[in-house]
């Protein structure tokens, strides 16, 4: 797919606070879950760290001046060999602007990024049901069937 000229892809550093929770707005309007995002904002000292962080990287897609899409990304440093991964933690585009080549401009940035980082892989999971995703993520990289376990932190 042709990669849209009129989308700014911003890598956010510790300045771009404001720019997250432009973001936080993406998610929650296109996963039309706002209470997840909304309810719990962190505050700003929290945001800094977060952003100053080496291992968080946070994308946003801006077109005409609006936040259109946006992607939260992990690097995991690996310890068996001196290489790290990054897994898409989060990524959304909203209902307007999809299947105009945003997600997929995100995640070309992203690999850029990763390819600097010397990270060895990026990874997502896609959940069943979620064809455009799976599409998406089928047509960019190779597919592997795995499981996906949530442990309580706290167990009786």
Do not use: C
Request: charged share 20%; no cysteine.
């Amino acid at each position: 797919m042709p990669q849209p000229t009129d989308i700014n892809v911003i890598h956010l550093t510790t300045a771009d606070a404001a720019l997250l929770h432009r973001m936080l707005d993406v998610f929650g309007r296109a996963f039309d879950d706002p209470d997840s995002y909304d309810r719990a904002r962190p505050g700003p000292a929290y945001l800094q760290r977060l952003l100053g962080s080496s291992t968080f990287i946070a994308l946003a897609a801006e077109q005409g001046g609006e936040v259109v899409g946006a992607l939260a990304a992990y690097e995991l440093p690996k310890f068996e060999q001196e290489r790290s991964e990054i897994y898409i933690y989060d990524l959304a585009v909203l209902v307007t602007h999809r299947r105009r080549g945003v997600a997929t401009a995100l995640i070309r940035h992203l690999q850029t990024l990763a390819a600097q980082r010397g990270a060895w892989v990026v990874f997502v999971q896609a959940d069943h049901g979620d064809d455009p995703a799976v599409a998406l993520y089928t047509q960019l990289g190779t597919r592997e069937d795995v499981m996906h376990f949530d442990l309580p932190v706290r167990w009786p």
